[in-house]
Nanobody
Framework: QVQLVESGGGLVQAGDSLRLSCAASGRSFSRYSVGWFRQAPGKEREFVVVISQSGTYTNYADSVKGRFTISRDNVKNTVYLQMNSLRLEDTAVYYC????????????????WGQGTQVTVSS
């Protein structure tokens, strides 16, 4: 089992950057693929990006390609999401999630979820 805690959210202006962290507790963090999802008010949760267990495979939603970068440090049990050139439409609660199976863009593939961190982008 793994527990996830997100941090790093905040209020920024359009064009700014933020780095989110997803810290995991529990052993064998390297067994888990980790995804980031986001949910804006009144909208369904949507896929942002996923990284494989080893970090060699990543998959990004088209809306964030070229602006967001995911990485992981399996020694520190942490996954990072670097978000650059933030836009108003990036405003959402961001969740990280872990799965023991292959990297997936589907929320139901994930067994473990963090509590979320709010990202608000203003004009």
């Amino acid at each position: 089992q793994v527990q996830l805690v997100e941090s790093g959210g905040g209020l920024v202006q359009a064009g700014d950057s933020l780095r989110l962290s997803c810290a995991a507790s529990g052993r064998s963090f390297s067994r888990y693929s980790v995804g980031w999802f986001r949910q804006a008010p009144g909208k369904e949760r949507e896929f942002v990006v996923v990284i494989s267990q080893s970090g060699t495979y990543t998959n990004y939603a088209d809306s964030v390609k070229g602006r967001f970068t995911i990485s992981r440090d399996n020694v520190k049990n942490t996954v990072y999401l670097q978000m650059n050139s933030l836009r108003l439409e990036d405003t959402a609660v961001y969740y990280c999630a872990a799965s023991e199976y292959r990297a997936s863009a589907t929320p139901r593939s994930y067994d473990y979820w963090g509590q979320g961190t709010q990202v608000t982008v203003s004009s």
